[in-house]
C-alpha cells in the first residue's frame, strides 16, 4: 500500500510540475532519434557484450536493445527496463538527506538551475520545488559529494571520462555545472547511442558528438565513445591532463576483464577520480577489486554511503 501511495504522488508531481519543466522539441527528438537507429544498426549491433558484461545485466542489454529498435518514443524514461537500471525513483529519507546536504552547499538558484529537469524522457518527479527527479537529485549528490570532501572546485575540471553514462544524466548536469568542459563517456554500445539520443536532443547536435576517431573528439562538447578496446587504447595515449575519472556504480558492475582493462590504461592518468561501487556479492563479484588503486594513485576517501550500506565512495588523487 505503501509503495502504491508513494507511486501516486510521484505521477500527481509530475502532472503538477510538467508544464514548467524544460521543454525538449519532439520533432528535433525524432529525427535524431531515427539518425541514431540508422547509424546503431548499420555497425553495432554485433557486439561481443558477453565478454565485457556480468550475467547479471546480459538480459538487462538485451531488453534495453529490444526497446532501443521497437518500442523507443519520447517517455523512454517510463520503459521498466531503463526505469529498473538506471533511474532511481525512491522518495525515502535518504532522498531528502541528499537534498538537505545540497543545499547546505549549493546556492539555491544555482540549484534550481542545475536540477530542473527536461521533459523529454518523461522523467519522474519527486521534488515541486527544484521541479527536478530522485534520479538527478542523487547524480549532482555525487558531484557535490566528491567536491566538498576533496575541496575540488568543479569549474576547475575542464576534461572529464565517464566510464558508464546511464541515459546521460549525469554529462547533463556536469555540463550545466561547468560548461565549457570537454567531457568523454564511454559505454558499450547501446547505451552509448541512448545518451546520444537524450543529450544531442538537449544540447543540439552540435554539441554532442559520436567519436567515430579519437583524433574527432572535439574541445567543450560532450563525446560519446562506444566501447572499443583500440579506441579507448588510444584515448589513452591521445588524451592528456585529464582532470576526472567518473564511474558511480558502473565500472563495479563488470567482469574483471574490464576491470584490469581500465587499470591497465592508469584511468588515464587522471588527476581525480570518482569511483561509486559495492560490496562484492553473488551478482557482482569483482566490484570490491576497485579499491585496490594503482601504485600511482592517493586514497583520500573510501568510506560507507550514508544512504545505502554495503556501497562506498572512492575518491583519489594522483601522485605527483
Known amino acids: 500500500m505503501k509503495n502504491l501511495i508513494n507511486k501516486i504522488k510521484r505521477e500527481i508531481t509530475s502532472l503538477l510540475v510538467g508544464s514548467s519543466v524544460i521543454k525538449t522539441d519532439r520533432q528535433d527528438f525524432s529525427k535524431i532519434y531515427n539518425d541514431a537507429k540508422e547509424i546503431y544498426l ?6 561481443a557484450y558477453d565478454k565485457y558484461v556480468i550475467g547479471e545485466w546480459l538480459k538487462n542489454i538485451k531488453m534495453m536493445e529490444d526497446c532501443f529498435l521497437n518500442k523507443f518514443d519520447f517517455n523512454f524514461l517510463r520503459l521498466p527496463v531503463i526505469r529498473n537500471t538506471m533511474f532511481a525513483t525512491s522518495t525515502d529519507s535518504w532522498v531528502k538527506n541528499q537534498m538537505n546536504y545540497l543545499e547546505s552547499k549549493v546556492k539555491n538558484n544555482e540549484l534550481k538551475d542545475l536540477l530542473i529537469e527536461n521533459n523529454l524522457g518523461g522523467p519522474i518527479l519527486t521534488n515541486f520545488r527544484y521541479k527536478t527527479s530522485t534520479n538527478s537529485i542523487h547524480l549532482l549528490y555525487h558531484f557535490i559529494k566528491f567536491s566538498s570532501e576533496l575541496n575540488v572546485n568543479l569549474n576547475n575540471l575542464s576534461t572529464i571520462i565517464e566510464f558508464g553514462g546511464g541515459y546521460g544524466d549525469a554529462a547533463k548536469i556536469f555540463k550545466r555545472i561547468n560548461k565549457q568542459s570537454t567531457y568523454i563517456i564511454i559505454d558499450l554500445p547501446i547505451f552509448s547511442f541512448l545518451q546520444l539520443v537524450y543529450l544531442k536532443s538537449i544540447f543540439g547536435e552540435n554539441k554532442v558528438i559520436l567519436v567515430d576517431k579519437i583524433s574527432n573528439i572535439q574541445k567543450g562538447k560532450i563525446n560519446i565513445i562506444p566501447f572499443n578496446t583500440d579506441k579507448i587504447k588510444e584515448l589513452k595515449e591521445y588524451s592528456k591532463d585529464v582532470d576526472l575519472f567518473l564511474s558511480t556504480w558502473a565500472l563495479s558492475e563488470t567482469p574483471d576483464v574490464m576491470q584490469n582493462f581500465i587499470k591497465s590504461l592508469n584511468y588515464f592518468d587522471a588527476k581525480y577520480i570518482l569511483i561509486g561501487y559495492q560490496k562484492s556479492n553473488d551478482s557482482f563479484s569483482y566490484s570490491e577489486n576497485l579499491k585496490n588503486m594503482p601504485v ?18 572512492l575518491f583519489c588523487q594522483k601522485i605527483k
Open 296 to 313: 600511482s594513485y592517493k586514497i583520500l576517501f573510501n568510506k560507507e554511503t550514508d544512504y545505502v550500506k554495503g556501497n562506498y565512495y
Open 42 to 47: 548499420a555497425g553495432f549491433t554485433n557486439f
